[in-house]
C-alpha cells in the first residue's frame, strides 16, 4: 500500500503574530498615577548581591549634600590606607630598610594567614594604586631616599584610585604625565574638568559614577584615548551623540546604563570608525529580540560584542531590516527541563484529582500588580471576591479535614515520602493576587516529569522591567495539589455554586532561589541545578552547559562503546535519589 505522504507530512507551524504595541508601551505614566509608584513596584524585591551593591551606590550618587573630595586630596587618603603611607613618611623614626625589612613583611603577613575574605579585599582595594607596588617601594629601598619614591610614583603607567569618595578632578593629575590607564571606577564624578586628564592617557575607566550627561566631559579628552569605560553611570538616551568628539576609541563600554534606544544609539556608534568592541549588556535596548542581529547588521567592523568574540557564523548574511517591535519587546521563556525523584504521592479517594506544577514569582513582570501600584498605595496586595448570594462559603478548617480523612496512605510508600503529603492547606479561591505568579501547566507524578516548552512565556514590551528581573533572584515553587469536588444537598434554588464546589488543597514540595544573570547573545537560555542534597535553596548556575542534553533512564546504565562515564549526553544517566530540578531562563532572539 503507498504510503500517504501528504497525511504523514509535519503540519506547518502557525505563526504567532507579536501583540501590537506603541511607541510609550508600558513607559508610559498616566497623569492620575500616584507619585512614587516605580519605587513601590521596586520594594521587596529581592537583587541579586551585584545590584545590591549597585544600587547602594547609586543611591549615594543621588543624595544632594556629597562631601566635595578633590584628586589630590583622594589621592593622599588612599596613600594613607596603603603600605606606602609607612615608607612616605618624612617623620617616621625607622629608616627605610627597618620598615622594608620589619614592617612590610610582618603587615603582608598577617593579611594573607590573618585576615578574612572581607579585609582581603579592603586591603587589595587600598593596594592597587598601581601595578607592583612592592617593586616600586624597593627601588626607593635601594637607593635609600624617600623622595625617589614619590617621584617614582608620579612616572607610574598605571593609576587606580577606585572607591576614594572622588568628586572632582584638579591639577594633581597632570604631574602623573606618564599615565597610560587611569581607572577611577567608584568614585562619584559627574560634571568634571576632563583637561586635567594626561594628553598620553589611552585607557579610562570611569565605571559606577554619578555621570549622567557624556556631552560635559568628552570635548576635552585626550585624543589618542581608546579605551572609555562608562559602565554602571547614570547614562540614558540623552546626549548620547557626545560620543562622536571621540573618534579614536575602539572599545566603548556603556554597560548596565538605561539606554533604551537601540536604533539610536546605533546611529551614532556606526559612525565611529575605529570601534571594534562594543559593551551594551545591562541595558533595556540589549534585552529586545532583534538586539544582536540588528547591532552585527549595522556595525560590520565590530568584532567584540559583550564579551563575546563575533565569528563570521554569528554575521547576518542577507540584508536585514528589523521590525519596529523587534526593537521594544521580546517574550521572556522560563522552561523546566525535568524534575525528578519527586516522593510519591499517595492515592487519593476516588473523585479527587491530584497534579503536580511549578509557580515562578517574578514582580517586575506582573502587569496586573504594576497596575494595581499605579493608582494604589501599598497597603495590601490582596482583593477578595464577594461571597455567593445564596449560601454560605464553606469554612476552610472543616473542608480541610474532610479532605485528610479521605486519603489513603500508599503502604509502599515511605514514612518520609508520605509525611510532606500529610501537610496540605487549603487555598481560600475568594482572594485574588495581585502578586508575582506565574503557573505552568499541571501534570501526573512520575520519576521523571516533564511540562511543556516553555512553561512560562511572558510578553515583555517594558524592556525596562525586563531588564531588572534578570537583575533579581527569582523564587520557584514545586507545588502538589489535590482538588475535590463535593456533592452538596438538594438545595432549594439551584445556582452554579450550589451545584459543585471545587477545594483545592496544596503543599509545597520545594522552593527555589535562582540569581539570574543578564542575558548573552549567544545564548539562548541560562541553565541552573538544584537538588535537596545541597543543603540550601540555592540554584547552581550550571554555566555554559546545556541541561537540555542531559538523558536519564529507570533501567540500568550501559556506557556505549567508545564513550566514557564522564561525556555529557553521550549515554543515559541513571535518575538521581534526591529530589532534582534543572530549568532555564531567556529571551526570544531573532535568529542570526
Known sequence: MPPKHKEMAKKAILQVNRPAI??????????????GYQERIETGIDWTLVELAARHHRQLCLRGNITKVTFTEA??????????????NEQSNLSLEEQWELLLPITLWDNEKFANEESKICFRSYNNITDDMVKLIKRAVQLGDRKVLRQELKLVPVLRLNDAQLTELDSGLLEFQKLVTLNLCGNFLNDFDSSCIPRGVKILELQANC????KTFSEYLPSNLSYLGLARNLLNDDNIESLLSIPNITVLDLSDNDIYNLEEILNILVRLPNLSALFLAGNPCSVCSGYARTTLTRLPRLKWLDSREILLTNRPIDPFEPHPNDLRSTYFNFTIFRIMSAPQPPKPEKGAITTFHVELELPLLDTTRRNFLMFRQNESLIERLPLPEDEEWPVSNTTSKVIDSKIAIDSEASAHDSDIYKCLTTKNSREIYHFTTFESNRIQWNKVMNFQEPAVRIFCPDLFALRNTFRTVVTIRLIYSMTMTSKQNKPEKKSAHSLKQAVEQRVTLATIKCSLRRPDWSQNSQHFHWDNSLGTNEAIHWGEGDLSVLQYSQAPVKITKGKTETDVGSLKQQIPENLTCHFGFGIDTLRI
Open 22 to 35: 506603541s511607541d510609550s508601551t508600558l513607559l508610559y505614566v498616566p497623569s492620575n498615577a500616584i507619585e
Open 75 to 88: 589621592l593622599q587618603n588612599k596613600i594613607n590606607k596603603s603600605i606606602l603611607k609607612a615608607f612616605l
Open 211 to 214: 555621570i549622567r550627561n557624556i
